[in-house]
């Protein structure tokens, strides 16, 4: 079972940047897709972006297209979340999450969830 560790939340103003950090541990890395997701208070959990086993391949949910940036670092066990240009709508606890197998696109794809870190965007 992977355990995940995600930091870097905090408040921010609108047009604002953070960078979120998850870090695993429990089974090897570098070789399952990894995720983030988000849930606003009174909504669904939803997918925010993915990435495959390597890095090649990301995966980005329109919404955050353009603004935010994931990547991973192997040797680091460590899965990143840029958020640039941040928005009002982007305020929601964010959850890193570890893949079943090398890709991994909707929540189905994922079997392990951190606690989450709180986005806070403000006007």
């Known amino acids: 079972q992977v355990h995940l560790v995600e930091s870097g939340g905090g408040l921010v103003q609108a047009g604002g940047s953070l960078r979120l950090s998850c870090v695993a541990s429990?089974?090897?890395?570098?070789?399952?897709?990894m995720g983030w997701f988000r849930q606003a208070p009174g909504k669904e959990r939803e997918f925010v972006a993915s990435?495959?086993?390597?890095?090649?391949?990301?995966f980005y949910a329109n919404s955050v297209k353009g603004r935010f940036t994931i990547s991973r670092d192997n040797p680091k066990n460590t899965v990143y979340l840029q958020m640039n240009s941040l928005k009002l709508e982007d305020t929601a606890v964010y959850y890193c999450?570890?893949?079943?197998?090398?890709?991994?696109?909707?929540?189905?794809?994922?079997?392990?969830w951190g606690q989450g870190t709180q986005v806070t965007v403000s006007s």
């Open positions: 429990g089974r090897t890395f570098s070789v399952y897709a």
């Open positions: 999450a570890a893949g079943r197998s090398r890709y991994a696109f909707d929540q189905a794809d994922f079997e392990s």
């Open positions: 990435i495959s086993w390597r890095g090649g391949s990301t």
